[in-house]
């Protein structure tokens, strides 16, 4: 049986953000050779519309109604890579690509979701200062929000709470400052000092069996940049001390693909704008394709 491929779907979007940069992670990561590295298929560019600086009204959070409209085409070029029996890599943007990419495995049935991230996403909109929808993704993303976020195509939530695990988040100083809300008891929550207590390798063991339970067809995986140690990757905009090593962001990548079950990645929040020598690129670069291979799993 051949070996399946890697599609590459660009969506450089920074909607969910105030600020700009992470729109240009795609280019960087082409630039640096990534699609060839890993032997991807480029699968497409999606347009994005233009930003509003003001909150929606109804949501406060920033271009809500731009989200909500652009993640079905999102979704639609993931479906599309799914039908062509290829395994998904979509390169953000900021973390509210996340309503695409699980919305397209929504669709087809109940996927699991491994939220690599430094932050736990679990903001409310009236709590959250900026009204930024990338500090409330994996609220959205499991139902808990304003319905023009959570309820897309009314599928929500695109993922059930008891199916996530929030993997090395370290924010729990700005999560008390400005209020977040909880994550809720069903959601597998295995945050840094939990990773350093057991070990990487167990961790994502843990991490991993959680998401290949036989009720699940498979899982998406979310990895934000800023999951790595600050000092390795200080090219995000909300930066937070310490984080993951490359290597131990290689073994908890390496482990979610041997799986079996692992059905598409996306990588976002990385700012080549910040990255004023370009090592954190090509760290970045260089993880990914050790851990990928040249083979979808």
């Known amino acids: 049986m051949p070996a399946r491929r890697y599609a590459i779907v660009e969506a450089p979007s920074a909607l969910g953000l105030a600020t700009d940069g992470v729109e240009r992670l795609p280019d960087r990561l082409l630039d640096l050779r990534f699609a060839e590295r890993i032997r991807a298929r480029r699968a497409g560019r999606l347009a994005v519309p233009a930003k509003d600086p003001i909150p929606d009204s ?12 652009w993640s079905p085409r ?11 029996r290829e395994f998904p890599v979509v ?10 990419s699980m919305l397209a495995f929504r669709r087809r049935g109940r996927y ?17 200062p900026n009204g930024e929808g990338a500090s409330m993704d994996l609220a959205f993303v499991t139902g808990h929000g304003p319905s023009r976020l959570t309820n897309i195509e009314g599928r929500g939530p695109l993922v059930r709470p008891e199916d996530a695990v929030a993997f090395a988040y370290r924010d729990h100083e700005d999560q008390a400052e400005f209020g977040s809300q909880p994550l809720p008891e069903a959601l597998k929550a295995i945050d840094l000092p939990a990773i350093r207590a057991m070990g990487i390798a167990a961790a994502a063991r843990e991490a991993v069996d959680h998401l290949t339970r036989a009720e699940l067809d498979g899982f998406f995986i979310h990895l934000d940049a800023d999951c790595l140690d600050d000092a390795l990757m200080p090219a995000v905009d909300f930066r937070v001390p310490d984080g993951l ?3 131990e962001l290689d073994i908890a990548l390496r482990l979610a693909l041997a799986s079996g079950k692992a059905a598409g ?3 976002t929040i990385y700012n080549p704008r910040l990255d004023a020598d370009g090592s954190a690129g090509r760290g970045l670069v260089d993880v990914l394709a050790a851990a990928l291979g040249s083979a979808a799993p």
């Open 58 to 69: 109804e949501t406060r959070t920033l271009n809500a109604g731009a989200i909500a409209a």
């Open 74 to 84: 999102l979704a639609d070029a993931v479906e599309a890579v799914i039908e062509a």
């Open 91 to 100: 390169l953000g943007g900021d973390c509210t690509i996340l309503l695409g």
């Open 112 to 128: 699991g979701l491994l939220f690599i991230d430094g932050h736990a996403d679990f903001f409310r909109p009236e709590q959250d």
């Open 245 to 247: 090593s490359w290597g």
């Open 265 to 267: 990645l996306e990588i």
